[in-house]
Antibody, heavy 120, light 107 residues
Framework: EVRLLESGGGLVQSGGSLRLSCVASGFTFSSYAMTWVRQAPGKGLEWVSAINGGGGSTYYADSVKGRFTISRDNSKNTLYLQMNSLRAEDTAVYYC?????????????WGQGTLVTVSS | EIVLTQSPATLSLSPGERATLSCRASQTISSYLGWYQQKPGQAPRLLIYGASNRATGIPARFSGSGSGTDFTLTISSLEPEDFAVYYCQQRSNWPLTFGGGTKVEIK
């Protein structure tokens, strides 16, 4: 069974930093690209970032480029999102999501999410 | 950036009725489209991938169709557990994008 467990969310002041983690189990982590998707309170889904299975290719939404960094540690089955220079508009539930292949970006499983609140 | 426009924003139907949800892309995306269901307080769940393929464990009452720029999600006969928000998402081009969602509510 695929399991994705996010952690690291919380309350942070505008301009601050936070690192999210996502521990994966139930599949061969290094064989799959992973993504982060966020959802602001009462709003729709917004893709944030993606990384391929080996970690050598990364992609970002324009809204976070230069401020967020996605990475992974395949030895620990863990995905990360380092978030710097946080803004009020970054307030959202952040979902870790598995994709369907090494460099395939079809999202097939989602974690339960971790809430990030940025106070201004 | 490829914009996905979902319509209608809200669909008010009764259990047993047929639901037809639309997703239109601002440029062609072949069949690189997925549909997700999200219930309040829960993570999204994959329903359809490749525009028309049901994901594992998804009931046959859910079906997807379309290619290019126009896509449809059909729920043939609504069950009580189907009342939720539905999102389409494309993976044809970076950045990945989602539609704004269609809420299927009980009439």
């Amino acid at each position: 069974e695929v399991r994705l467990l996010e952690s690291g969310g919380g309350l942070v002041q505008s301009g601050g930093s936070l690192r999210l983690s996502c521990v994966a189990s139930g599949f061969t982590f290094s064989s799959y690209a992973m993504t982060w998707v966020r959802q602001a309170p009462g709003k729709g889904l917004e893709w944030v970032s993606a990384i391929n299975g080996g970690g050598g290719s990364t992609y970002y939404a324009d809204s976070v480029k230069g401020r967020f960094t996605i990475s992974r540690d395949n030895s620990k089955n863990t995905l990360y999102l380092q978030m710097n220079s946080l803004r009020a508009e970054d307030t959202a539930v952040y979902y870790c999501a598995k994709t369907s292949g090494y460099s395939e970006y079809r999202i097939d499983y989602w974690g339960q999410g971790t809430l990030v609140t940025v106070s201004s | 950036e490829i914009v996905l426009t979902q319509s209608p924003a809200t669909l008010s139907l009764s259990p047993g009725e047929r639901a037809t949800l639309s997703c239109r892309a601002s440029q062609t995306i072949s069949s690189y489209l997925g549909w997700y269901q999200q219930k309040p307080g829960q993570a999204p769940r994959l329903l359809i991938y490749g525009a028309s393929n049901r994901a594992t464990g998804i009931p046959a009452r859910f079906s997807g169709s379309g290619s290019g720029t126009d896509f449809t999600l059909t729920i043939s006969s609504l069950e009580p557990e189907d009342f939720a928000v539905y999102y389409c998402q494309q993976r044809s081009n970076w950045p990945l994008t989602f539609g704004g969602g269609t809420k299927v509510e009980i009439k």
